[in-house]
């Protein structure tokens, strides 16, 4: 093989090339999303249909149950559940791990616009949408004040918080939970409007006449041109309980004489508690490629504003950071390789006992281990729990390639050639068993990256990750370990004492272990008999 002989020859190529891999690994790292896990969502769609007034019974009978059969006969689907609430439906329809996504939502969306005729005509458009894992929020900010009611906390958090929060990093979208929308609501007093021979269909016709936005136009002249608003529409309490509902013995009978009026939230039925008070949340949800860590960040800088611009008397606080969890498995896994770096270090050089012969396999650690995020990016991975341990167990295996080449090269030096000349010939007697070595690694782990169903999905980038560790080793082995070799290497070496302690204690291994061996060779049926203990009382 005529790598290592080249990278021998033209040291300065070799240093390159492993530079080059560094840097292109380093810049990967970069950009990279960090993840808890790998992403391993499942082709799941959700379709959500609500009809106002409608029981759960009825909802089940007339909406739910014309989805389900609808739905039902969709390719490639696995499982579906259903929840029939009072006035809304929800169906979830979970496909295969081999269907696309994308593909089975517009199937989705067929089948419920094919069925959409059989529906009540009072109910509102099915929604469809996938459902994603990371469309579920990675930091909560909760808006609480024992000054302001839930309708005005809701109105800052909309007009002042989430714009500011929508500005930073990584962010998709801001939602607001436990938000007081402003409404009218009338309370209809059922004996007035029997009084009045009113029902409540007279009174909901009067306020859609009367609660009307319509274009008033313009006013044109020669000369110049006047745009008309009309205030048609009703913005008070005290407006909407003078509309007129009908003329009865030529009095108006208006809305304040059979209903009570109260400015009030749409809906009070889910609210969010802090700490037992009453608060608004906004959940901020990340960019599906964003980093969650820098997504934190940012929204933590961007608080400070969101309290200078709101009024006094408004507490903004960090209800729930999802980020603190990874960032604190992230900060384990590397203290892990930190440590196991140490350790492989120490019994490299415990066995080696010189610095120069354990800076080669040395080497080969940052090299394979930058180098194999470089292959994550290009298989569209991401830096999670599962890719850095496989990177964990990746540093006691990239350094097997390198010591290999340099105990071969190491003896042809003892045997009195140069270092040069050592290299040339041991790596070339070395190179294609350290080819074998690294792609029967590869090949070992490889594979449990095609394994079916969620596990495989689960272990694909671990797998990979630690076969592209294992392949890098074998590339620097095959290029940096031996130029090092032949530059680094002495021609005689000095011994000192602790060389000389720690090769005579290997010397007394060695010799313990060729007379265990010459033993069990003189005594071979001693070794291959076996003797079997069986209890009195057992039975098969």
Not at 45 to 51: A, S
Not at 70 to 76: D, F, H, K, T, V
Not at 342 to 360: D, N, P, Q, Y
Not at 491 to 516: N, P
């Amino acid at each position: 093989m005529q790598l290592p002989e080249i990278a021998i020859r033209r040291p300065v190529f070799a240093t390159v090339l492993s530079l080059l891999i560094v840097l292109i690994g380093a810049v990967s790292f970069q950009n990279l999303s960090v993840r808890e896990y790998p992403k391993i969502d499942e082709p799941v769609v959700t379709v959500t249909t609500r009809l106002g007034g409608a029981s759960s019974e009825v909802i089940e009978s007339t909406v739910t149950k014309p989805l389900e059969d609808s739905l039902a006969g969709i390719e490639g689907v696995d499982v579906i559940t259903s929840i029939s609430r009072p006035e809304q439906s929800q169906i979830t329809v979970r496909f295969r791990l081999e269907r696309d996504p994308d593909a089975a939502a517009a199937e989705v969306r067929d089948k419920v616009a094919r069925v959409r005729g059989r529906l009540p005509q009072s109910v509102d458009e099915p929604v469809v949408a996938k459902v994603e894992a990371d469309a579920f929020p990675v930091i909560w900010i909760a808006l609480s004040s024992d000054r302001y009611s839930a309708l005005a906390l809701s109105d800052l958090a909309n007009r002042i918080a989430k714009p500011v929060l929508q500005t930073a990093t990584g962010v998709a979208e801001v939602r607001v939970y436990g938000e007081r929308r402003f409404a009218m609501r009338l309370r209809p007093d059922p004996d007035r409007l029997a009084a009045y021979g009113l029902t409540v269909q007279d009174l909901e016709d009067a306020l859609r006449r009367a609660n009307l936005e319509v274009p008033a136009g313009r006013v044109e002249s020669r000369m110049r041109e006047f745009n008309v608003t009309a205030a048609t529409d009703l913005r008070s309490a005290a407006a909407f309980a003078d509309v007129v509902i009908r003329t009865v013995g030529g009095l108006p009978i208006r809305v304040g004489d059979v209903a009570e009026v109260q400015e009030t939230a749409a809906d009070e039925r889910t609210r969010v508690r802090l700490n037992g008070r009453e608060t608004v949340s906004l959940g901020v949800i990340r960019q599906a490629t964003a980093n969650p860590l820098e997504l934190s960040a940012s929204v933590r800088e961007l608080l400070a504003k969101v309290q200078t611009d709101l009024p006094d008397g408004i507490d903004v606080q960090v209800a729930n950071d999802n980020s603190v969890f990874i960032d604190r498995s992230i900060r384990a896994v590397y203290q892990t390789i930190l440590e196991a770096v140490v350790l492989v270090t120490l019994v490299i050089v415990l066995f080696l006992r010189t610095a120069r012969a354990s800076l080669i396999p040395l080497v080969t650690i940052p090299v394979s281990l930058i180098g194999a995020f470089a292959l994550l990016a290009l298989a569209g991975f991401s830096t999670n729990t599962l890719t850095l341990l496989a990177l964990v167990l990746a540093i006691g295996m990239v350094v097997d390639d390198a010591i290999v080449v340099l105990e071969n090269i190491h003896r042809h030096i003892e045997a009195g050639m140069t270092p040069l000349a050592a290299a040339i010939r041991g790596s070339r007697e070395i190179a294609f068993a350290v080819v074998a070595m690294t792609l029967t690694l590869a090949a070992v782990y490889a594979p449990l990256a095609f394994t079916p169903g969620r596990t495989g999905r689960l272990f694909a980038e671990f797998a990979l990750a630690l076969a592209g560790a294992v392949l890098v080793s074998g590339f620097v082995a095959l290029t940096l370990s031996p130029m090092m070799c032949a530059h680094l290497l002495p021609r005689h070496e000095r011994r000192g004492r602790f060389d000389r302690r720690v090769e005579g204690g290997l010397q007394r291994l060695t010799a313990g272990y060729a007379r265990a061996l010459d033993t069990a060779l003189r005594r071979r049926w001693l070794v291959v008999s076996r003797q079997e203990v069986v209890p009195k009382n057992w039975k098969p």
